[in-house]
DNA sequence: ACCTGAACACCGTTCAAGT
DNA sequence: ACCTGAACACCGTTCAAGT
């Protein structure tokens, strides 16, 4: 999209490749190309302003990775495979899955431009499956099994990647500046009257939401209604009123 | 990506463009996008394509659009915004916030393709204000307020929002077949063997969740977090310990 | 085996020229 | 005001030819 007209590349150079030390590699070109989508973002990447990066023809590349696609993937799976899980292995089993699903998030995080590529949804399912399992874990050790136990811990699961899907599509949406006028205009036009001052409200605190915040508050709301699940599920036959013990 | 070669187009025709009736209009082109979209996804969508459906020069779509950004958050719009709430006035104030995002959810379930697209991400904020709004009187009524009130109906809010990323995310993966047998074996080689049973009783799930039920479990999980957070609200000074009725 | 040069089919966008 | 024809700069991919 939005395609720039300046060609600034013609500056009277004529060799426009930098000249090549080594033999071309899978590995540098995954490198390379993980620089340039760090510096100016995933849609900026093209095969051809690579293979200029690398020094090298567009056809040479072509012949290392088979496809554009091929190249994402394996971008994908050398950021999300091959990952140490933390111990957390103390603490109450609310506290570890604290502590595990923190770590999921920033992984996830730290490959957040990748988030919205075809290729990060084909391997997803398959590269944290350690973690869902991790999870499952502990709430097994915690006292749960059977359905409840399934439901639990996809549910935690969902609940930090769908986080993160979420956080990455925000920190990706433009500042309210650059979003056109009409949108927001159309916005406020749809609100009941009763309810605008809701709506002033909420705005300046929409734009800047503490998002590590949210997600320790969202998970442990999350946990809490799971307590409340385990304690039915540890005392199963006993219909007495739930009774905390500090 | 990953472009066929096949140039089917050429078949004998020297005319093209289906003969047009009408001057072309802005809705038509939306309207017509839509369909492509839906009938052959959205990175298949382009101005050239669109415009031979049309019956028409590219640059004709361009003279109606500005540029294929803008016919994008055209569809987004189009598809999020002038939406009417669900009365949900009766029920308990639980039942209230689930009947809202049942409705929130399916509604953003119907553009599953425009997702992923920055057109959505850039919209998003403000499409939906409405819903955290309405989330918001009722966990009020409820009782909740103050920053209580905020962290929870954003919790809320987060929480079926990311769900539909997630979800979106995860019917574009495509089928275990497709998928590289590559990243299926790296995941199992990563596996401690005591997690290997674990997995195996989990896969076969994990390929074919039931989406709805899922949602409304985890979204009810959170709503027992949030009570459990609403009885301590209502008993804001006592300080013996919680005590469950019934 | 690895890479170049050149081509192919496609893309978004612009712009003078027609009506 | 609305649309065409033609061009421009870019794209991914292929392929014969070189080394």
């Known amino acids: 999209m939005s395609r720039e007209r300046t060609s600034l590349r013609a500056k009277g150079r004529k060799s426009e490749?930098?000249?090549?030390?080594?033999?071309l590699s899978r590995d540098e070109i995954v490198g390379v190309a993980l620089r340039l989508?760090?510096?100016h973002g995933l849609e900026a990447l093209s095969l051809r302003k690579l293979a200029s990066e690398l020094g090298v023809t567009p056809?040479?590349?072509?012949?290392?990775?088979?496809?554009?696609?091929?190249l994402l993937d394996a971008l994908v799976r050398g950021a999300l495979m091959d990952l140490d899980l933390p111990p957390c292995a103390n603490g109450s089993w609310a506290d570890r899955v604290r502590e595990l699903h923190g770590w999921f998030r920033t992984k996830l995080l730290e490959s957040r431009k990748l988030v919205f590529t075809p290729a990060f949804r084909k391997v997803l399912p398959y590269a944290f499956m350690e973690v869902g399992i991790a999870g499952k874990n502990i709430l097994r050790e915690a006292g749960l099994q059977g359905a409840d136990l399934v439901n639990a811990?996809?549910?935690?699961?969902?609940h930090t990647m769908a986080f993160v899907f979420q956080e990455a599509s925000a920190s990706?949406?433009?500042?309210?500046?650059?979003t056109p006028k009409l949108v927001l205009d159309g916005a406020i036009d749809a609100l009941r009257p009763e309810d605008f001052s809701s709506f002033v409200e909420t705005l300046p605190?929409?734009?800047?939401?503490?998002?590590?915040a949210l997600f320790r508050h969202s998970l442990d709301c999350l946990l809490r209604g799971l307590e409340k699940e385990l304690e039915r599920a540890r005392r199963p036959r006993r219909t007495s009123p739930a009774r905390d013990h500090s």
């Open 153 to 158: 811990s996809r549910a935690l699961y969902w």
């Open 172 to 178: 990706h949406a433009p500042p309210p500046t650059t």
């Open 205 to 212: 605190q929409a734009l800047d939401v503490d998002r590590d």
């Open 17 to 23: 490749r930098a000249p090549r030390h080594q033999r």
């Open 37 to 39: 989508i760090d510096r």
């Open 59 to 70: 056809a040479a590349v072509s012949w290392h990775v088979r496809s554009k696609d091929e």
